[in-house]
C-alpha cells in the first residue's frame, strides 16, 4: 500500500505562483496530479514516469505547470505560474506502478487525500 500526503496548497491571486507537493511513502513508478473543481469532473493536470523522467501536461497547463521531484523520487511538486481563477480546485495527487504516464484516472492505484488551491481576483 502506498500512501500519499499533499501540502502546499492555498489561496493566491490571479498571476501569483503555488508549489504544491506530495510526499510517497514508497517510490512509486508513476506519479501525477490531478484536479477537480466544484461541480466539474475531475481532470487530470500532469505526471511524471522516474524511470525516464517523461512528463506529460494537460494542454491547460502546458508552458505555466511544472512538475518536479526530489531526489528519492517519492516527493512530487507542482510548480503552478500564472495562476488564473480556472485553476481553482482542488488538486490531488495519485500514483500507480506503470511503464508510461497516463492521463486517465482509472489507471491510479493509490490517491492522496488533496489540497485545496484557490485563485482570487
Known amino acids: 500500500q502506498v500512501q500519499l500526503v499533499e501540502s502546499g496548497g492555498g489561496l493566491v491571486q490571479a498571476g501569483d505562483s503555488l508549489k504544491p507537493s506530495c510526499v510517497a511513502s514508497q517510490f512509486i513508478s508513476v506519479m501525477g496530479w490531478f484536479r477537480q473543481a466544484l461541480g466539474k469532473e475531475r481532470e487530470f493536470v500532469g505526471g511524471i514516469h522516474w524511470n525516464d523522467g517523461g512528463a506529460l501536461y494537460e494542454d491547460s497547463v502546458k508552458g505555466r505547470f511544472t512538475i518536479s521531484g526530489d531526489e528519492a523520487k517519492t516527493a512530487l511538486f507542482l510548480q503552478m505560474n500564472s495562476l488564473s481563477l480556472e485553476d481553482t480546485a482542488v488538486y490531488l495527487c495519485?500514483?500507480?506502478?506503470?511503464?508510461?504516464?497516463?492521463?486517465?484516472?482509472?489507471?491510479?492505484?493509490?490517491w492522496g487525500q488533496g489540497t485545496q488551491v484557490t485563485v482570487s481576483s
Open positions: 495519485a500514483a500507480y506502478r506503470g511503464a508510461r504516464v497516463s492521463a486517465w484516472s482509472t489507471d491510479y492505484r493509490y
